[in-house]
């Protein structure tokens, strides 16, 4: 069993839609969850990132963690063809002096028609 | 501000031959990771370096593979006598310091997309 499953997609919806995408984990101990988008053949850009449990918002994106259920979220509103995308969510434990290596999800593909 | 900078983008050996890949982390950041996508597959963790200090390489095949980060100049990750296997884009990523000595924001570079013939 992967650390972290993510549905690979594709996703399509139209523009203007509310986009919902998901991870869900094993290893509790994570403690930072965050959201990457690729672009294709470019690097990952972190767009969100949430320490915990609970929700953060950030313009059009809304970034939900449910530690108990082990499961993340990231919506979309009022989606842009801009944001056609490979959305990729990651997660770790800092341990002091270790750092925190990502682990991540495979990636979702999005692409919103116009 | 320039952000992490990996050179060279494009990479093409023949098998048996080295690849040397660089990176840059951006200003003021001096932890690096390296990650490897390979194709149908996601990014999976290779190496975290700081200066002069390789901290975590559990994710580092066993042979062949080296990375480091001197004192002065980029980290480098170094594959020897590569194989088809592995072609794939590496990317590196920097961090600024955080009370886990890393912070957990980590910020990618464009990649080095190495192909083996």
């Known amino acids: 069993q992967k650390e972290v499953e993510q549905d690979p997609g594709p996703l399509s919806v139209p523009e203007g839609a509310i986009v919902s995408l998901n991870c869900t984990y094993s290893?509790?101990?994570?403690?930072?969850f965050m959201w990457y988008r690729q672009y294709s053949r470019k690097g990952p850009e972190l767009l969100m990132y949430?320490?915990?449990?609970g929700n953060k918002e950030d313009g059009r994106f809304t970034a939900q963690v449910d530690k108990s259920s082990k499961y993340i979220s990231l919506f979309i509103r009022d989606s842009q063809p801009s944001d056609s995308a490979t959305y990729l969510c990651a997660m770790t434990r800092m341990i002091y002096n270790q750092g925190g290596k990502l682990i991540f999800g495979q990636g979702t593909e999005l692409s919103v028609k116009p | 501000n320039a952000g992490v900078m990996q050179n060279p983008r494009h990479l093409v050996r023949r098998r048996g031959q080295e690849a040397r890949l660089r990176c840059s982390p951006m200003?003021?950041?001096?932890?690096v990771y390296w990650y490897r996508q390979l194709p149908e597959e996601g990014l999976k963790f290779m190496v975290y370096?700081?200066?002069?200090?390789?901290?975590?390489e559990s994710g580092m095949p066993k042979e062949r593979f080296s990375a480091e980060f001197p004192k002065e100049g980029p980290s480098i990750l170094r594959i020897q006598q590569v194989v088809r296997g592995d072609s794939a884009a590496y990317f590196c990523a920097s961090s600024p310091w955080g009370l886990a000595g890393a912070s957990y924001e980590q910020y990618f570079g464009p990649g080095t997309r190495l192909t083996v013939t």
């Open positions: 200003k003021g950041h001096s932890h």
């Open positions: 290893n509790s101990a994570f403690q930072y």
């Open positions: 370096l700081q200066k002069e200090n390789i901290i975590d």
């Open positions: 949430t320490y915990s449990s």
